[in-house]
């Protein structure tokens, strides 16, 4: 299931929190009241929701991945480099 669809289902399960909060919540932002987190992660986990890495990347354009590039690993020096 997509996040978009999590936060409608968090939002829809009469939990009367609206889908900003779900989302301030999710981005763990501090504009929230102290027990808005506990209510909406306990509804997060009896839903299964676990959120994705690779989710987060794509929907906020970075994945604060770093790629190497290097020519073998048998060279000597790149094992101890890596």
């Given at each position: ?21 779900v989302?301030?919540v ?20 009896e ?36």
């Open positions: 299931m997509r996040l978009e669809d999590k936060v409608c289902l968090i939002t829809g399960a009469g939990s009367g929190i609206g889908q900003a909060t989302s301030r999710l981005n763990q932002k501090p504009e929230v009241e102290p027990a808005t987190p506990e209510r909406i992660l306990r509804i997060m986990e839903h299964g929701f676990v959120p994705s890495i690779a989710a987060s990347g794509l929907a906020a354009g970075r994945s604060r991945l770093l790629g190497v590039l290097v020519p073998s690993l048998t060279w000597p020096l790149v094992p101890e480099l890596m």
